[in-house]
């Protein structure tokens, strides 16, 4: 097995499926906000965001994704990280990046119920037409996330047992 990303927009269930996926296949699970909030020396996205700020915090991600890819794991990429062109251009080269999509109502719910999300300079609506056709164009697969649980895991299951449909 190699290295599989996941991408997709906050609350989409990158983190949940991810850490699911690792353990069905007995390979790491590599959040990289965790690693950028160990570089940053922060305990909280929040707190990052609002002491580094948005720019802050995608340098921080340029430096640590990069080693990341290398490794046999499941990564989480953050929400905004394959925006960034360095980790555009690393993304295409991945065999597999299962992109992740809820709908907006089931997103606007996540991101409610959720906890230390950074506040966006823009809103949700605006990002969701900025980056999910990026996404598309470097996912191999795109997951409904918008529904049970269990249909995304039979989505990624049945994606990764025949890649070719």
């Known amino acids: 097995m190699s290295t599989i990303v996941f991408i997709g927009l906050r609350c989409s269930g990158k983190s949940t499926l991810g850490h699911w996926l690792a353990g069905e296949l007995g390979i790491p699970f590599l ?3 965790d690693f950028v909030l160990e570089r940053l020396g922060f305990g909280c996205v929040q707190d990052a965001w609002d002491s580094v700020g948005e720019e802050g915090w ?4 340029t430096k640590v994704i990069p080693p990341l ?5 499941i990564i989480s990429f953050g ?21 992740l999509v809820a709908s907006e109502e089931e997103t606007a719910c996540r991101v409610q ?9 823009t ?17 191999t697969c795109e997951i409904d996330t918008s529904g049970p649980i269990e249909e995304s895991k039979s989505q990624i ?6 890649p070719e449909t």
Request: hydrophobic share 45%.
């Open 113 to 121: 119920a959720g906890r230390d999300r950074p506040t966006l300079s």
């Open 31 to 33: 959040d990289t906000d």
């Open 58 to 61: 995608r340098g921080a991600e």
């Open 79 to 99: 929400g905004g990280a394959p925006m960034i062109p360095l980790l555009t251009k690393a993304l295409s080269s991945m065999p597999i990046v299962l992109n």
């Open 123 to 139: 809103s949700d609506a605006e990002i969701r037409m900025e980056r999910l056709p990026l996404y598309s164009m470097l996912a």
């Open 157 to 162: 299951l049945a994606f990764l047992q025949n």
């Open 69 to 73: 890819l290398k490794q046999e794991a």
